[in-house]
């Protein structure tokens, strides 16, 4: 043995005496084995190496924040170089206490907003693209995720592990008790003993349990043991001679092959050639929801075919068949806590006049955003579709600027003004509409729900609709841009941005291999600018 390069950790009954004297200098009291520092009490070690891997995300973020980036590259950078450093301890330690949480969240959407205070709700920005969110990474959900994903490896892999974990489980079988609707509160106390299978059970249940049951089909396949819908006593139920004698799902308890109808209890005693007590069989019909009883009391003939032919796909089936199960936990994990941006709609719907649909204004955000591969213009548009762009009166009352008038036209400044309303606004729009008309034959509609939100566009053809998206998109950023530097935005400036977007959008798309797509989108009008500048 390598003294230099060796370590001892105590374990169990074992004393600094049962070491011999010359190997006591290198007992110590946590060691760290394959990256993760381990002592004799779990819970401390958990919490040691969760600060490690804060402490390293703190790091990286005075890194990172000196450079001035896009909320599309900021959420790459939180992505890949900060809550990576979480994944590991993830993985193999039990979850930290809330407190951490907040912690890590506290610096990552510090890092988002530039330390400033937060304009869009977190629960909208941690949507997908097409909910109306960005693809924010909520730390909460992949912890959970990644603990759930542990559940299928039960039924993959193999080792000690595995073994230790399936002798939790109380007389059932691991491929049975995964396929029943188990509520976190009623796990059984022999699974949740051990920290981290307490966080891995209590996942799995929270995501696998169903509590709204309502189709014929679903009840025929619900299981009779651990189901928290059916209780007895305030408990779920589980009877080891039904178990042993083959009854598992509410559909061994129906004539499968005739009626469909619930059998008897001397029926029941027959089939399976078991004695059976009448009060465990009409206390456990009394223990489920009276909902379902009525329904398999009064199915019709094409329920029986239902029954015969239907499929029982469990989450487990889901996750089993996934390359990827976290990622489809992670998603019905962002699902319940998604949030769409109904207050910026209500103000889009006030300056207007007009009842936009939340449905259209996330349609076509999405449309807009899928027209550009320009990361910085993704990241504009979604801000602008959030209001969380700067104007006259939000400055103002920001206390940035000394006065919310237009510095054009001295007339108060919101953000339909500045986009819009305001003369040098309107020319630029103007001009904009005259040059696809000469440049393409391509008529804009000037409307400020079309050019703004790009909502109804309607132009002869997708790849048209798309080029006007992104036209409408690179005008909103070019008077976004001026109003930032205060210098003049004119038509000239506008078209030389028309110009270099192509420049841009074509180098990206050659990297991406797509460059004939951008070719046929831009190549025309960027021609055109260049011959007429």
């Known amino acids: 043995m390598n003294i230099d390069k060796s370590e001892i950790l105590l374990l169990g009954t074992g004393t600094m005496w049962d070491i011999p004297k010359e190997h006591r200098k290198i007992v110590k009291e946590e060691v760290k084995i394959l990256g993760i520092l381990i002592s004799t009490d779990l819970q401390k070690s958990a919490t040691k190496n969760y600060n490690i891997a804060l402490d390293k995300i703190r790091y990286n973020i005075q890194i990172w924040k000196k450079r001035k980036m896009s909320l599309a590259g900021k959420i790459t950078i939180i992505k890949t170089m900060l809550t990576s450093q979480l994944i590991y301890c993830m993985t193999v330690l039990p979850s930290p206490k809330e407190e951490f949480w907040k912690e890590v969240e506290t610096e990552l959407y510090h890092f988002l907003a530039d330390s ?44 000690i592990w595995r073994e ?10 691991h ?8 509520a976190p509160f009623d796990i059984p106390s022999s699974m949740i003993k051990d920290p981290i299978w307490k966080d891995i059970w209590t996942n799995w249940c929270k995501y696998n349990f169903k509590e709204d049951i309502q189709s014929l089909e679903e009840i025929y396949n619900q299981p009779l043991w651990y189901n928290s819908l059916i209780r007895i006593n305030n408990k779920t139920c589980l009877n080891k001679r039904w178990v042993d004698a083959g009854i598992m799902w509410i559909n061994d308890l129906l004539h499968k092959y005739t009626t469909c109808q619930l059998m008897s209890h001397d029926e029941l005693q027959k089939h399976y050639k078991v004695k059976i007590p009448f009060t465990e069989y009409y206390g456990l019909l009394n223990a489920m929801p009276q909902r379902w009883i009525m329904l398999m009391k009064y199915n019709n003939p094409s329920d029986m075919e239902l029954l015969r032919e239907s499929e029982d796909i469990k989450l487990i089936d889901i996750l089993d068949d996934s390359p990827r199960p976290s990622k489809i936990i992670y998603n ?5 806590k998604f949030k769409p941006p109904v207050k910026p709609l209500l103000r889009w719907r006030e300056n207007l006049q007009s009842q936009i649909k939340m449905k259209e204004l996330v349609k076509n955000m999405e449309k807009t955003r899928l027209g550009t591969i ?18 006259g009166t939000r400055l103002h ?135 007429t500048v």
């Open 116 to 159: 400033k205070t937060e304009k869009i709700k977190r629960t909208t920005l941690i949507g997908q693209y097409e909910q109306g969110g960005f693809r924010m990474v909520d730390v909460r959900s992949q912890d959970q995720a990644i603990k759930t994903s542990w559940v299928v490896r039960l039924i993959n892999n193999a080792g």
């Open 164 to 173: 230790r974990a399936l002798e939790q489980i109380p007389l059932l079988d």
């Open 397 to 531: 009352k920001m206390k940035i600027a000394d006065t919310p008038n237009c510095t054009e036209c001295n007339t108060e400044e919101d953000l339909l003004h500045l986009y819009w309303k305001c003369p040098k606004s309107k020319l630029l729009w103007s001009n904009l509409k005259q040059l696809l008309k000469d440049a393409l034959n391509i008529e804009l509609v000037m409307e400020a729900q079309k050019c703004l939100l790009n909502i109804d566009i309607d132009g002869p053809g997708r790849d048209t609709n798309n080029l006007l998206r992104s036209i409408c998109l690179l005008t909103k950023y070019f008077i976004h841009r001026h109003k930032c530097l205060g210098t003049e935005r004119d038509f000239k400036g506008l078209k030389n941005d028309i110009k270099k977007m192509y420049d841009m959008e074509l180098y990206l798309a050659n990297q991406h291999g797509t460059a004939n797509l951008i070719s046929q989108k831009w190549q025309q009008l960027a021609t055109y600018i260049e011959h």
């Open 175 to 182: 491929r049975y008790f995964l396929r029943c609707n188990l």
């Open 332 to 336: 019905k994990a962002i699902d319940n």
């Open 374 to 391: 320009n990361n910085k213009l993704r990241s504009f548009n979604f801000n602008f579709t959030m209001r969380n762009t700067p104007y």
